[in-house]
Structures are given as structure tokens and as C-alpha cells.
């Protein structure tokens, strides 16, 4: 078979990401959907200065050499590269996906920010590698090293655009091409966005083959599939040409290792990605709560059940995202430090995702409403399921209520395909999702049995082991599903 299925795709990349074995391979495509040109939109001011039609050329580097050529300098190439990747635009919800990702290493073609930018946003620390310069110096806790092996937008004298480029690249950014050689023998590696008609992939591909022989790592590439065209006899013909040439393209990538999986819509794309990022943060919990008041289950029980469970989310193999709740979460968070310092000499570093809420200046309810709401759904997406402990708050009037933040966290967990596991017995916001939940429970847990174990999260006579333990039951049962 010349391509590979997604599940396939799925199951292994995933199982790559949470091994640290993966890198990702990003094209114009993914900068396309966000708003950005291509290289046919950012040669056709160039194109037109030699009067030539830009959709009529299939060697676009080419044409940027000629215009090369027949000015004497770049200036108009390296003025069309700023002013088209200096446009507003705006990142996709695959940027979001794969900022978050566990992901050590990008490589990508692109001169825009995007990624970076999104990396940043989703509180993570780029490192990025436009020069040979860049190679020599590392940042200091970096998240991901991202390769920008065609240059950058803000330095578009060095950016790789023309033929001259190209054919001097293994001389002019030898170190890159050695960084990638590395990366695509040792790592499994998505491509996405990317065509595979850039020569210096086809030049270290192949000499990955010639070194390795058969025993090349797999890579994948997401492409979508010819589109059937309207029903006239020349289309057809396109269509069946287009397709047997794309076909042919499959069968030879396979050579490198390179296996094909197909998509009809790029909405799919995002649909991937969004079940590699459930897999590869399987182990995450989310834990959420806030306690102004500690109801029926008392002070000093909570917060020793917060912190035990802390302890144990690490101590069992697992590791702890939180917003940081009022009155829980630093307690839930010591009780995670407690056992990594016991148990990793100290090593904290991917156990932990604590990310404390953001504050928008004051007289901005609508703008601080829209940054709990993103924020919440970023940590959420890097969980696979979600602990929910009381929930309650006080308004500024000193009234107590039941956490509408809480409860939002909720309903993200189900938009997001997450699973929840409300500890009613703590009351309030986790009561009430209890209460919600018991009303259908296939609906948020699909194919899993688990009714008996939430009863038992309801009965505060149960002691604070016996409830633990009744909650990893559940976090070790959504695992078993996941495969």
C-alpha cells in the first residue's frame, strides 16, 4: 500500500511525542491557512517585473533567480518578503495544538513568526536557530529548538529564496543540514505543510537513504487527496494527471522512509492533531478547584486531601497541570513538589505545567472574561483528564457561590473530548458537575464503565485513600482506552 492509514499515524507519532522521539517538519501550508502568501503570491509582483504570468511558472525559485539576474540585487525580493510577512495574520488552531505539544524539535521553511509567537503565548520557551551563529548558543530552559532553515522575516538579506540559494546551501548552512540529518535519523518526524519540492529536503533525504540504506527511520506527511473537478472531459484529464504524478511522488518518498497519509478536508489536519495531542498528554492531570469556604468536608481535610493528591498524581507515574485555584491549588501544587523532590532529586522539569491566571488591567471584565477563558482551555488541552475539587467563591459583595470558572472548566473538558472526574463528596462546583454528570454518563465517559467508581467519589464516609484510589482507577481506566 503506497500510503499509510490515520490511525496508524496516530498511534505511532504519539507514542514517538511521549518518548521524546519526535520532531515536526512545518511547510508554507500551515502559514497559508493563517493568512499568509505562498510562493507563488510572494513572486508575483517579482513575476510581473519580468513579465511573466506567475501561474504559469512551475520553477518558482527560478523565477526569483532571473529577477536576480536581470536587476543585480535582491532589494525587490527581500522587500516583497517583509511587506508579505510583516501582514497582520492571525495563528490557526493547528499552531495552538502544536505550541502545546511536548514537541523538542521544529524544522520549518517558513519566514514568518507564527509558531514561535503561539509557543510564547501558550507560556513555553522557543529557541530560535536562523543562523549558523544561532547553532552555537543555546537558551538557557528552552521548551523547543525551532529551525528556521530558509531565514527569518527580519533578516530577509539572508533569507534562502533564489536558485543561488539553494545550490549553495549545503556550503552556506552546512550546519543546518547536519542538525537535520541528525534529527531525521534518530527522531520519527511529522511533515505538515510541506510539498516535498524543496531540493534541499530531497538532498538530505537522500543521503539519509544512501547512509542508512533499509534501515531509515519512519517518517509521516499529511497530504490531502486530488479533488475530484466539475464533470468536463479536460478536467478529468488534469485530475487524472495530477493524481497519477502525486501517486508516483508517494511511491518514491517511500524510499526515504516517508509514509503518506491522505486527508480530504484540512479541517482534518486539525482533527489529527488533536487526537495526537490527547495521546501525548495522557499522563497530564488537570486538577481544578477554588474553596473559600471548605463546606461539610472541613479546612484541614481539603487541603490535606489537595496536597495528597499532589503527592500522588506524581508518585504514580503522572504529572500535574493546574491554574493555580484559590485555596487548593497551592496546596495540590506542594504535594507535587513534595514527591518529585523525594523521588527525582529535585528534577522537576515536564511534571509540572503551573500556570498561575493572567490579570488584564482593571475596568476590563469582558477582556480578564476572555484571557480565563483561553487560559483555561490551553491548560486543559495539555491534559487528558480533569480532577474537580469544591468550587466555590466569594463576590465582592462577601456572598458565597458556587465557582462559574469551575464550571466552565467543565464544559471546556467536553468540547475538548477530556474526561472529568468531579470528587462530588468535596460539594459545591465539584457536586454539581457530579450531579450533571451521573445524568449521562456515557456521554463523557464513551466506552468505559466507571459508574461505580464515581458513586463512590460522592460519599464523603469514604477515607481520603479510598477516594484516591478510586480516582487513579478511573485516570488508569481512560489510559487503557487510549491504547
Sequence with gaps: MLHTTKEELIREYSRRVKTGD????????????????????????????????????????????????????????????INEFTKAAVSTENHRIIARLPIPTIWTTNYDTLLEDEIRAAGKIPDVKTTHENLAQSK???????????GDVS??????????????????????VENLKGDLISKTCLFLGFSFTDPNIDYVLSRIRILLGQNKRSHYCIM???????KNRDAKADFEYETRKLYLRIEDLQRFGVQTVFVDEYSEVTELLGEISKRAHQRNIFVSGSAREYGKFGEDRLQGFAKELGTQIVARGYNLVSGFGLGLGEQVVLGALKAIYRTEQGREKGRTIIRPFPRVSAGRENAQKEANTNHRKDLISQSRVALFL??????????????????????????????????????????????????????????????????????????????????????????????
Aim: hydrophobic residues 35%; charged residues 30%.
Design 22 to 81: 519526535a520532531a515536526l517538519f512545518v511547510g508554507a501550508g500551515l502559514s497559508r491557512s493563517a493568512g499568509y502568501v505562498d510562493w507563488r503570491g510572494l513572486l508575483k509582483e517579482i513575476a510581473e517585473d519580468l513579465h511573466l504570468d506567475i501561474d504559469q511558472e512551475s520553477d518558482l525559485i527560478a523565477v526569483a533567480q532571473y529577477h536576480l539576474n536581470h536587476k543585480g540585487n535582491r532589494d525587490k525580493l527581500n522587500q516583497s518578503l
Design 140 to 150: 538557557n530552559n528552552r521548551d523547543v529548538v525551532i529551525y528556521k532553515m530558509h
Design 155 to 176: 533578516q530577509p538579506h539572508n533569507a534562502v529564496l533564489t536558485k543561488d540559494d539553494y545550490e549553495n546551501y549545503e556550503t552556506s548552512h552546512r550546519l543546518f
Design 224 to 230: 490531502r487527496r486530488p479533488q475530484r473537478p466539475p
Design 390 to 483: 469544591c468550587g466555590n467563591r466569594q463576590d465582592e459583595k462577601g456572598k458565597l457561590s458556587i465557582s462559574q470558572g469551575v464550571l466552565e472548566e467543565f464544559d471546556i473538558c467536553r468540547e475538548l473530548g477530556r474526561f472529568p472526574i468531579p470528587v462530588g463528596c468535596t460539594g459545591f462546583a465539584a457536586k454539581e458537575i457530579w450531579d450533571r454528570l451521573m445524568k449521562n454518563i456515557d456521554k463523557y465517559f464513551p466506552e468505559i464503565r466507571v459508574k461505580r467508581q464515581l458513586k463512590t467519589l460522592a460519599n464523603p464516609k469514604k477515607t481520603d485513600t479510598e477516594l484516591l484510589n478510586v480516582i487513579f482507577a478511573i485516570v488508569e481506566k481512560v489510559i487503557a482506552l487510549d491504547g
